[in-house]
């Protein structure tokens, strides 16, 4: 169960497991957007991005995720250091 309250008051996003079975959740098409991970059972904010978040897998200690416009990025857990790994303004 996610209450709104410990997501930002909103929830319109994804979820995906990591290989050791944590559990993210993506706000969604909102912007600013935020990626959580469940920890005990809450989701604990640890990224935030000024554009949505929407589509993400959890792979390697990274989070490759789709802006929902034209661009995939990877974002790695260890440093929490955003890269676009794909760019194309006439695919949105």
Known sequence: EVKL??????????FAFDEKGNLYLSSGNRVPASIYKVVN??????????????GFVVKDNA???????????KLDLNTMQRTVVYSNSSKT
């Open 63 to 73: 989070i490759y995720y789709a802006n929902w416009k034209d661009k995939i990025y």
């Open 41 to 54: 059972g809450k989701p604990v904010k640890i990224y935030t991005a000024n554009e949505s978040i929407k």
């Open 5 to 14: 309250s410990d997501v930002d008051g909103s929830w319109a996003g994804n």
